[in-house]
């Protein structure tokens, strides 16, 4: 009988142990024995029972910086006695709560950081954490609008106090952002102190007062602003909130809605209103001074392309500036004249600075010294840098400080940007490099970065490109061709695309399903865009506007266009001139050199490109190894077809040549649809696939690429010429073949060349151009000449208010 009850209660050990074996409390992301709690459970159809309830999802998923979104907590279990406590960062707390569906809620907490947070769920009022997820931070000027409260008529609250500018300011949120009855309307303000640079150096935001309180949530608010007495006013940046009214005033992290940050001017002290100009002009001059002391991070930052097709074009180390972008109308409040701007992706390495470069609807560089509206580089860079949270690094609100509001002390409040433009001068792209282009299309189809055109239909994993020094790997998964009536042929197409740089997050790119859209993967879970475009993660960051449409960007400034055209994945890689020499793979060796690009992994070089077994065995020669995978294998198809099979299938021998069959009628449409440059890979995927729609896509990747090629085709600058003094230019083209014409003022006489044109020496043609009063030309002149002088008397003849010096 003590047999009996010692084997039950072993028994009953045993459970209990496997039980909390069994358990993804506390392992998120790990493989257990008998079931798995890493993200791939779920298509694997392997997930430990409870993978759900402590491996969490959450609905919304982003919000902005400023913090307050309410989110829900998917699939686990909560109950009434529930004491929720959602801890961010290991270490930032908020209180969430139990809905009557029994869903838990957690806040988001203000942060001081973009990209995904990791957080964790108490039920025990911070006892114990043991549900784990992520939740992405998001810069509030790339943050959807119906996450954010809206100012009616930003310009009215931005030069509020200037002359002519009055009257009621008005802002609208969407009432469900804040699920209260009676909300409180709150100004928050933004500072750093400390000194620059230093360990001191810190970034604050702070409540400061409240415009409304227990006023109905309607999503509107009218007020008419007074001006602040100190030390209010002396947070000159800031937004609004507006938040539950049952909360005391200035309470952090609670749910609500933002404004965007601006500029404060509706709330500035007196002095400002009496007289904005003067006021600002101070302002002007006490940043100019401050400058003055701080260190010089011009030398560090990247210089802008020469055009505006290479700034397009070039994704791997500019993007879009969302305030001045010509897809959304070209408003460029800050840069007018210009009808697009990019910004540097990356910030500098010691200073965290950005660059920022726009052009006009020519396409040319848009320069602060012939415009308020050039192109001007930023001491802070507005989207932050890693490790982000201490300034110059806080995303956004570094930058206000230091590069926008002085803007609207020396240019928009004041008429004094010769202060602003000083520090700030645009650059004017003679240090620019274009990237290199490789692209790799239909079934597949390679271009390599020294032009190289081939075709390899293996089946298998392979790298497309490789480069030890600046550890960038890119690897690709071909998969067969189906038609559509479920038969395969004898071609292949690119299928998933993984990538990594040094330590980054691995990035994986794969066909969806349905194949109708592109599926993002950040180490092997799958990432939604439904929310935002642009995620910022660890060592890269992923933009995607649509399904359609992938681009990611690392540190060392290479780029991957990743876009679904026609069920097939176009991939166009671009790398900066740092990696020149240093590249390998079926992409090739990228150093303009077109003979070494076919080398396979092992250093044999194919010299003939119009072998098709010797091309087939060179990119054969490229496949990985599991060692080095990285790809995600969360089907059984994946499984059994990649991951415990050969990386290469020797057994699939695709169709090398084009099949002709004069009776085919999808023949003569062929013909029809693919002429031209690339009309042999239009044609063979056509045929091969037994559609069009393939086949346009093909022809459509091709003249991409070559568009592409074309606009990244370096130009030659000659830099800014500046007007003499005394004189004007006529002009703002500084690139070969641009001519400048100088001229001189009323009183004055041009010595020197009148025109001057941009040579392919990056130099100007034409002698120095200087203008001088007509009394000191004529006796300057005198001592060398007595042609200038003679042409002086000529002028004086004819004037009637000419110097009596003869």
Known sequence: KVNVIAKIYLSIFKFLILSKQDSCEGKCGGKLESCSCHATCVSLDNCCADYGEYCVDVTPYSGSIFGGTDFIVLKATFNESSQIICRFNDEIKTVGYVDTDSRGHCISPLLYETGLVPFQISTDNGTTFSRHGAWLSVHPGKLDPSFKATIINATQWQYYGTPKVGGPLDMTWNTSQVRAEKVNIELWGYMEKGDPYSESWQGKWEYLY???????????????????????????????????STHPDGTW?????????????????????????????DKCKAWD?????LP??????????CTLAQARADTGRFHTDYGCDMEKGSVCTYHPGSVHCVRAIQASPKFAAGQQCCYDHTGAQVLTDDSIGGSTPDRAHDWGSPPFVKPPRVPGFSHWLYDVLSFYYCCLWSDNCHYYFKRRPSSDCRTYQVPKAGVVFGDPHFITFDGVSYSFNGKGEYTIVVSESKELTIQGRTEPVILTNGSMVKATKLSAVAMREGTSDIIEVRLGNPQDHLQVLQNQTSLSFSEQSWMDLKGVFVFSPNPTNVTVMFPSGAGVELRLRGGTMTTTVLLPEVFKDFTRGLLGKMNGDPKDDLVTSDGQTESDQGNAEGLFNFGASWAILNESTLFTYDSEHLLNSYLHAPKHDASF??????????????????????????????????????????????RVSFQSHRSVVEDLEPVVSCGWLSPPTNGKKEGTRYLQGAVVKLSCDSGYVLWGSEEHTCLGTGQWSGETTTCVDQYHGCIASEVTSTLPCLMFEISCFLCTACPVFF
């Not at 001074?289 to 002391?293: F, H, K, S, V």
């Not at 010089?296 to 392309?305: K, M, R, V, Y």
């Open 653 to 698: 021998r695709p169709v090398f040549s084009i099949p002709e069959d004069p009776n085919d009628p999808l023949g003569s449409q062929a013909s029809e649809l693919c002429s031209g440059e690339g009309s042999l890979y239009c044609r063979y995927d056509t045929l091969m696939a037994r559609s069009l729609e393939m086949g346009n896509a093909t």
């Open 296 to 305: 010089d991070f011009l030398s560090e930052i990247i210089d802008c392309p």
């Open 253 to 281: 992290n609670v749910q609500a809605v933002w404004t965007e940050d601006h500029a404060l001017a509706w709330h500035l002290e007196d002095k400002f209103r009496q007289d904005s100009a003067v006021w600002a002009l």
């Open 289 to 293: 001074q401050l400058e003055e002391t």
């Open 210 to 244: 409240s415009l409304g309180r227990d006023q109905p949530n309607s999503g509107a608010f009218r007020f008419v602003p007074k001006t602040a007495g100190k030390p209010f006013s002396d947070w000159e940046v800031g937004c609004l909130r507006i938040s539950p």
